[in-house]
């Protein structure tokens, strides 16, 4: 099972003038958790945004299962089961909840031809997307927020989802909900990317860790490895687990 | 909770409307004009609507949006000339399918050029708003010297069908039959747009990508695909209001797409760019404020409706129903 799902060699990514990825070269098992750490500015956003064709690899690969996406627009990147949680979260604002849902429901026309045992499930691991249903999305807090943004991620199955930053600015309750909801999604057998500034989030969850520094990955390896060992996390992030 | 509806805006009409009865004085007159003010900004919606939501869902300003209002207008002038037995009889249900008949072609019409137009100047200049401004321009002036080729340069005629003149007296009022046609036809529109927004799934994407395009596309639609049919459909509809614009002028000119251009620009700005709702909003306002300065300060009907939009600008820098994430 510890097969790539998704592999991303020599990526380099300009924005204008910019030149913001140096060649980043990153494998994600299926089925893992892996975490991508680093200070701000790193590069960890336009990594996420590469992958999903927001903003388009200058050179270098990126495969996903046996498929070349580098060059696919968004949509196709999408349609092949890559979920994307924007760092804003992408919350459609004017649309109630049961509405953003629905969008990201491909296959469903409307709200009766969703599935419902899905939604069920979905609806444990965050009940105040229930609660909500009919409530105008933009009136949510910005835990509810989050949680609808990962909750729309997941309500139809895919099989890799990237989360930028899902505990940021959240009280240390809806961090655990967090938690415990992305741990039932990778019991699931989803393979999950999760951009992180929350050390404590990442060591708990976290099967694999890639670190960035200046558009490159410095080092990538088992999580459980650098939870344990100071000096590296002095190294490369500045500060211990 | 349900999703809460700001109505504020909507007060503005009757505040309007009933604020300048006292000094119209007279009910009848007043009638008359709001009547006259309501089919004005109905007219004006219905060719604003497809132009608040290309602007609202690829941020693309199209000045050439006038184009298609006289090409709607001129193609009515052929096909109720073509019809003038029917448009001559006096039984109104035959009149009715003369004017529909006109709109519908209208529509096809605009809304085929409007594809090409999206394909062949708009297209290349996404993200580029003085390119868009320059280009669509130009574009309406290629249009108008088009229509000039085909129709003349000349104002043509575009007389109402016998059944829709006159007036309906209404105690001392008189309410013209074409308006209470154009109310119709106006909210007829509004109803099929706002149902197809908010129940179908199609409606549910043009409000996300209005709203936030990159995490539609991020959902995995083709929004590009999207805004080529909000375009076509928006160009039939300034075909449907060039129609509906001609026969209330009685006339028609190849500049009249540049005139009503400035009146479209401002109930879009005062509705909130992207808002079908505001636009409505927007364009019953404007008209009815045209109708009423027209009669009480004729000198100032031209500069009302800017006095109008700074004045709610001031109040609601968005306009008045903005759009989230813009």
Do not use: C
């Not at chain 2, 939501?53 to 096909?79: E, K, P, Q, S, W």
């Not at chain 2, 190849?254 to 401002?266: D, S």
């Amino acid at each position: 099972m510890n097969d790539v799902l998704l592999k991303l060699e020599g990526v380099h990514t300009h924005i204008g003038a910019y030149h913001i990825l140096h060649g980043v070269d990153l494998a994600l098992p299926r089925g893992q958790l892996t975490m991508l750490l680093g200070r701000n500015g790193a590069g960890k956003t336009t990594t996420l945004r590469t992958i999903m064709g927001l903003w388009h690899a200058s050179q270098g690969s990126i495969t996903f299962g046996q498929r070349a996406i580098t060059q696919l627009a968004t949509p196709e990147i999408a349609g092949l089961g890559i979920a994307y949680v924007p760092e804003n979260m992408g919350i459609f604002a004017d649309l109630s909840v049961k509405e953003n849902m629905l969008l990201a429901a491909r296959a469903a026309r409307n709200a009766s031809q969703m599935d419902d045992a899905r939604l069920k499930w979905i609806f444990s691991l965050f009940p105040a997307v229930e609660k909500f249903w009919n409530h105008p999305a933009g009136k949510l807090s910005g835990g509810q927020k989050q949680m609808l943004a990962v909750a729309r991620a997941i309500v139809e199955p895919r099989e890799l989802l990237i989360v930028d930053e899902p505990s940021k600015g959240l009280a240390p309750a809806i961090i655990n909900n967090m938690i415990d909801a992305f741990a039932e999604l990778k019991a699931t057998g989803t393979t999950i990317l999760l951009v992180e500034q929350n050390i404590n989030f990442a060591k708990r969850l976290g099967d694999r860790v890639a670190v960035m520094d200046n558009g490159r990955i410095v080092h990538a390896g088992a999580m459980q490895a650098l939870a344990e060992d100071e000096e590296l996390q002095h190294q490369l992030l500045g500060l211990a687990i | 909770m349900k999703i809460d509806f700001d109505w504020k805006p909507l007060v503005l009409v009757p505040v309007l409307a009933l604020g300048v009865l006292p000094f119209i004085g007279s009910p009848s007159t007043w009638l008359t004009l709001t009547v006259a003010g309501l089919a004005m900004g109905m007219i004006i919606f219905v060719i604003a609507s497809g132009l608040t939501l290309i602007f609202g869902l690829m941020d693309v300003l199209n000045f050439g949006h006038g184009v298609f209002i006289a090409l709607g207008a001129f193609v009515a002038t052929t096909v109720l000339g073509l019809m003038a037995d029917w448009t001559g009889s006096p039984d109104l249900w035959r009149n009715l399918l003369a004017v529909f008949a006109a709109m519908l072609l209208a529509m096809a019409i605009s809304g085929s050029v409007g594809l090409a137009f999206e394909r062949f100047i708009v297209r290349p200049v996404y993200g580029q708003h003085l390119k868009q401004i320059l280009i669509t321009m130009g574009g309406m002036i290629i249009g108008e010297e088009l229509i000039k080729v085909i129709w003349g340069p000349q104002q043509i005629a575009l007389p109402l069908p016998e059944g829709l003149r006159g007036a309906i007296l209404l105690g001392d009022s008189a309410i013209e039959k074409y308006r209470l046609l154009a109310v119709l036809v106006g909210a007829a529109v509004f109803a099929l747009l706002a149902w197809t927004l908010s129940r179908t799934k199609i409606g549910l994407l043009i409000r996300a990508g209005v709203q936030d395009r990159e995490m539609v596309e991020a959902l995995g639609y083709r929004i590009r695909r999207l805004f080529v049919g909000v375009f076509v459909v928006g160009s039939a509809l300034a075909g449907l209001g060039g129609v509906m614009w001609g026969l209330y002028q009685q006339n028609v000119v190849p500049q009249m797409g540049a005139q009503v251009n400035v009146l479209i620009f401002i109930v879009i700005i005062i509705g909130g760019l992207g808002s079908t709702g505001g636009a409505l909003m927007g364009a019953v306002l404007v008209g009815l404020m045209a109708n009423y300065t027209g009669f009480l300060l004729p000198k100032v009907a031209l500069f009302s409706n800017i006095a109008l939009m700074v004045g709610i600008l001031l109040w609601r820098p968005q306009g008045v129903y903005p759009v989230a994430n813009r």
